[in-house]
């Protein structure tokens, strides 16, 4: 059973970097898109982007000047970098893995709060 | 960006009811439509795929229709745990993005 799991720190200082890591487990990383997406208190889902197994990579045109999404599959791990964060990228941030031939995202994490405050 | 609308934003419902959600795209996504469960506290869980193809272990009472710009889902007989929010969601073009959430309340 694959399983996804989110780390990093709870509170950022508005301006810093915001930088979180998903651990996955129980399947290979190959084939697949990795994602992180991210919800806000009280609004919808918002995607901020995917990184494949071959390295490529695709973002949220709304986050992308800000955002790194980056692969190490010898830990198999992803990362999330959003740098310069605001109050405004307080969420609950989910890293998860699109289904076969679609993307759909058919495994999440448990997801992990992340708040932007001084 | 391809923009998501569900209606209702809320409905309230029995155990035993049927109740039907919609989903409409602001463009032709074809059937890259999926839908989602999430319960307070959870992450998203996913139903259904490609608008109509249940997710493996999903009841079948959760079904979806619809292609283009229109699509439904329906729970044909609510049960107890179906009580959550549901999201559309397009995976056609990118960004991939969400409809706004319709939570199913106990009546």
């Known amino acids: 059973q694959v399983q996804l799991r989110e780390s990093g720190p709870g509170l950022v200082k508005p301006s810093e970097t915001l930088s979180l890591t998903c651990t996955v487990s129980?399947?290979?990383?190959?084939?697949?898109?990795w994602s992180w997406i991210r919800q806000s208190p009280g609004k919808r889902l918002e995607w901020i982007g995917y990184v494949h197994y071959d390295g490529s990579t695709n973002y949220n045109p709304s986050l992308s000047s800000r955002v790194t999404i980056s692969m190490d599959t010898s830990e198999d791990q992803f990362s999330l970098k959003l740098t310069s964060v605001t109050a405004a990228d307080t969420a609950v941030y989910y890293c998860?893995?699109?289904?076969?031939?679609?993307?759909?995202?058919?495994?999440w994490g448990q997801g992990t709060l992340v708040t932007v405050s001084s | 960006d391809v923009q998501m609308t569900q209606s209702p934003s809320s409905v309230s419902a029995s155990v035993g009811d049927r109740v039907t959600i919609t989903c409409r795209a602001s463009q032709d996504i074809g059937s890259w439509l999926a839908w989602y469960q999430q319960k307070p506290g959870e992450a998203p869980n996913l139903l259904i795929y490609?608008?109509?193809t249940l997710q493996y272990g999903v009841p079948s009472r959760f079904s979806g229709r619809g292609s283009g710009t229109a699509f439904t889902l329906t729970i044909s007989s609510l049960q107890p745990e179906d009580f959550a929010t549901y999201y559309c969601?397009?995976?056609?073009?990118?960004?991939?993005?969400f409809g706004q959430g319709t939570r199913l309340e106990i009546k």
């Open positions: 998860a893995r699109t289904c076969t031939n679609s993307l759909c995202y058919n495994y």
């Open positions: 969601q397009q995976a056609h073009s990118s960004p991939v993005t």
């Open positions: 129980g399947g290979s990383m190959s084939t697949y898109y």
């Open positions: 490609s608008a109509s």
